[in-house]
Each structure stands twice: as structure tokens, then as C-alpha cells.
């Protein structure tokens, strides 16, 4: 079975501090996909970036970055110099690489930046 | 980008009324998937669909039923609604090779009085 875990609930730092969203996943697959989804106050669930298994590189886009490790099977997100706009609930998420490709969630970190 | 479009946006009913909430995409995307979400919680997938005539339940059980007669439109329906269906509906699709991400439409927040 697969699962995904946030373990940080809620966060909350002054705007233009660095902070990091942590997600550490279980799965039996050896290929698969990562994922985090932003969803802001209104609801909609906006992607930021998928991953396969086998790409371990990090990425980076701007303010944000992603940090994969498979040896600790966690996909961590970076957010440097926050901002207000970043406020929001950040999802984690894995799917099997075959088949339907559902979705499985963490439990989300809701970030509060504060001016 | 993907475009899906869900309606009703909000939703207030009264216990026993039969609900249809709407699903449309337009990128003509072979998958799609309905999520239910509690306030502050995680997604949970409660229908999915490979193509037309192509319809599975998910990982949390749900009195809903879905349909996918058109590749485009993907309703769900509750029969008889209650007030433990009061949640938000997020409806999403994704389509081409390799895992592509799912996009997800704004959402239905139904609630159930």
C-alpha cells in the first residue's frame, strides 16, 4: 500500500524567511511519481511539480525548489525569501506509475506567511 | 494547460434531494477522478475512469455514483443526500503518456442541511 506523510500540520514564519515543507512517502514500487499541489484559500488544487523515481536530481524554479531523496523516501519543498501569496495549504502526493495513476495525499501543511 | 470546469460552485440542500454535480474538461483527457475533501484535511478518491463506458471506485467508499458517457463530462450523483455528505467535491483529469499531472477543476462545497 502507499502512503504519505506530512508530519508538520501547520507553519508559520515572517514573509522573507526560507521554509520547508517536509513529505516522506511509503510504496512497494520501484517506479513512481511524486507530486506537490498548492491549495490557496479558494480551493482549487494547483499544481507545482511532478517527479519520477528515477530522476533524483533536484529542481529548482524560482523561490521554489525540491529536494528528492529515495534513500529516505522523502520529497521535501523548499520556499526561500516567503511571501504573502505563499500562503496556503501545500499537498504531497504519490502515484503508481501504471494503471490508473490515482492520486494518494498527505495530509497537507497549512503555511501561513505573515507580513 | 488543462481546462475543467465544475459547477455548482457552492451548493446548500436539504436532506433526501437527489444532487448532480458537474465535471467538464476540455483537453479531451482519456483519465478522470473525483476527490473528496474535508476542511483542513487530505483528498481522498472516491471515483475514477480510464475512458467512456469506464467507470471504478475508489479508495474511500462513497454512496455517489458516476458516469462517463462523453470523454468530456464525468457527473456525479448523489441519490438521496444526508448531512454526512457535506464536504468539498474536487473533480480532476489528466490524459497523454507517462504520468502526466492531474489537473483539478475549483471544486464543488456541498453542504447538506
Known amino acids: 500500500a502507499q502512503k504519505v506523510t506530512q508530519a508538520q500540520t501547520e507553519i508559520s514564519v515572517v514573509e522573507k524567511e526560507d521554509v520547508t515543507l517536509d513529505c516522506v512517502y511509503e510504496t512497494r514500487d520501484t517506479t513512481y511519481y511524486l507530486f506537490w499541489y498548492k491549495q490557496p484559500p479558494s480551493g482549487e488544487l494547483v499544481f507545482l511539480i511532478r517527479r519520477n523515481s528515477f530522476d533524483e536530481q533536484n529542481e529548482i524554479s524560482g523561490r521554489y525548489s525540491w529536494n528528492f531523496q529515495k534513500s529516505t523516501s522523502s520529497f521535501n519543498f523548499t520556499i526561500t525569501a516567503s511571501q504573502v501569496v505563499d500562503s496556503a495549504v501545500y499537498f504531497c502526493a504519490l502515484s503508481q506509475a501504471w494503471g490508473a495513476q490515482k492520486l494518494v495525499f498527505g495530509q497537507g501543511t497549512r503555511l501561513t506567511i505573515n507580513p | 494547460e488543462a481546462d475543467i470546469y465544475q459547477t455548482p460552485r457552492y451548493l446548500v440542500i436539504g436532506t433526501g434531494k437527489k444532487i448532480t454535480l458537474e465535471c467538464s474538461q476540455t483537453m479531451g483527457h482519456d483519465k478522470m477522478y473525483w476527490y473528496q475533501q474535508d476542511p483542513g484535511m487530505e483528498l481522498h478518491l472516491i471515483h475514477y475512469s480510464y475512458g467512456v463506458n469506464s467507470t471504478e471506485k475508489g479508495d474511500l467508499s462513497s454512496e455517489s455514483t458516476v458516469s462517463r458517457i462523453r470523454t468530456e463530462h464525468f457527473p456525479l450523483t448523489l441519490e438521496s443526500a444526508r448531512p454526512s455528505h457535506t464536504s468539498q467535491y474536487l473533480c480532476?483529469?489528466?490524459?497523454?503518456?507517462?504520468?502526466?499531472?492531474?489537473?483539478f477543476g475549483d471544486g464543488t462545497r456541498l453542504s447538506i442541511l
Open positions: 480532476a483529469s489528466s490524459g497523454g503518456q507517462g504520468n502526466q499531472p492531474q489537473h
